[in-house]
């Protein structure tokens, strides 16, 4: 239950039909993983998860084993990738829930082999993926160099070594992370695709199967020019392509100048809240913290119960706006933790208890985490997952 009028409406049939679409995209052949790291990307892991599944996601990705155990508790079926690695004290309870962990450190190896031998698992029952670094130099096993270096297979080598006969570990998956996710007409350094091939090769060399290669996020899948090359690398092993989309799942794709078709993808999320206060004051006066509001005529202000500790980027003191009545306000000084002021002097007609909309649509306008991210100077990713813990997510339609 829920009193406070600020809450996220999560609407489950665009959240479908987002999936069905990408999966389209990635082809008949390759599987589909739904990536809900970060509560979802603020949507909302317990409300998202059941969704994508339902819809036919393959598998879910998730950045840690908190969310794992969360995600495992409501008794979903598929694959959770941990893309995160594994920290001390972690293994154990990955294994327990069957989370399958993202590795690349030795260290990890030691945690889940040790973990495995606690719980009594061996022969490879415990499926884990390596992660190579071509070059987003974040996390993996770094292979970045030409073919034949010796000092960057050495430690491929060496990591790909520990998934002997005796090991309690099987390497099921190999992925790699793409540097360029945000914008769609920047391609990937194609020196990424062209390691991440080398890296397949000396693991199939050193006689490993893996079941699964999997890379690229919604800017791949929705850019497309390197599905095909991805799957043959795939093929090539014998492996399963998959892809990774995140963002393009919750509507929003990564922006792009090119000609690609994007319009069966919807936004799933709509925050909204009410106002909860209403007052006039005159020329000259002003609002909010160190007055930095101040009218030049009679004005007419509508308070909302939510703030920076909603979500509502402080940034956006004087400059964002909301929807209320269908038309746009906007915020009237700085925006408080727990408050923000918004100028509806135009807007006559405004009521106590009005529904107003922070994030998404109202009668025919709408306001997208790329608009605020454009106002504040960041990405969509950071306004959608910006958005606290403390506002609920309710399923819609
Ligand atoms: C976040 C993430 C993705 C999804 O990226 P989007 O740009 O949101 O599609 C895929 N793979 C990894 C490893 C990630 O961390």
Not at 73 to 94: F, N, Q, Y
Request: proline fraction near 5%; hydrophobic fraction near 40%; charged fraction near 20%.
């Amino acid at each position: 239950m829920f009193t406070r009028p600020v809450w996220v409406e999560i609407s489950r049939q665009k959240l479908t039909q987002n999936l069905t679409r990408l999966r389209a995209l990635a082809g008949g052949r390759a599987g589909v993983m739904a990536v809900v790291k970060a509560n979802a990307y603020g949507h909302g892991l317990m409300q998202c998860a059941p969704l994508v599944i339902a819809a036919g996601a393959d598998w879910i990705g998730i950045t840690s084993v908190d969310e794992g155990v969360r995600a495992r508790a409501m008794s979903l079926d598929p694959p959770i990738l941990i893309m995160s690695g594994v920290w001390r004290g972690e293994a154990e309870a990955a294994l327990e829930h069957a989370l399958t962990p993202v590795v690349w450190e030795h260290f990890h190896l030691d945690l889940l082999e040790a973990a495995a031998q606690k719980l009594g698992l061996r022969g490879g029952s415990v499926p884990v993926h390596l992660e190579i670094d071509t070059g987003m130099s974040r996390q993996g096993v770094r292979f970045t160099r030409p073919p034949g270096d010796t000092e960057g297979s050495a430690a491929l080598r060496g990591i790909l070594e520990r998934f002997h006969s005796g090991s309690a570990l099987r390497l099921e998956g190999i992925m790699t992370h793409f540097s360029a996710p945000e914008v769609l007409d920047d391609a990937h350094p194609p020196s990424q695709i062209g390691f991440f091939a080398e890296a397949l090769r000396v693991a199939y060399a050193m006689g490993l199967r893996p079941q699964w290669v999997s890379a690229g996020n919604s800017a791949t899948l929705l850019a497309g020019r390197d599905i095909a090359s991805l799957q043959s690398l795939a093929d090539t092993i014998g492996a399963r392509l998959l892809l990774r989309p995140g963002l393009s799942l919750y509507g929003y794709p990564p922006r792009f100048t090119g000609e690609v078709d994007l319009d069966r993808l919807h936004q799933v999320l709509t925050w909204k809240t009410r106002v909860t206060s209403l007052r006039e004051i005159g020329a000259g006066e002003s609002a909010g913290y160190n007055s930095t509001f101040r009218t030049d005529r009679k004005s007419r202000l509508a308070l909302l119960p939510c703030g920076y500790a909603d979500g509502v980027n402080r940034l956006l003191s004087n400059r964002g706006s909301v929807l209320v009545r269908g038309q746009r306000a906007t915020i009237a000084g700085r925006v408080s933790m727990d408050q923000t002021i918004i100028d509806v002097t135009d807007l006559r007609e405004v009521e106590i208890g009005d529904e107003v909309v922070l994030i998404g649509s109202q009668g025919g306008l709408s306001i997208t985490a790329y608009e605020i991210a454009d106002q504040i100077g960041t990405i969509p990713y950071e306004v959608l997952c910006g958005i606290n813990q403390r506002v609920p997510r309710v399923l819609v339609d």
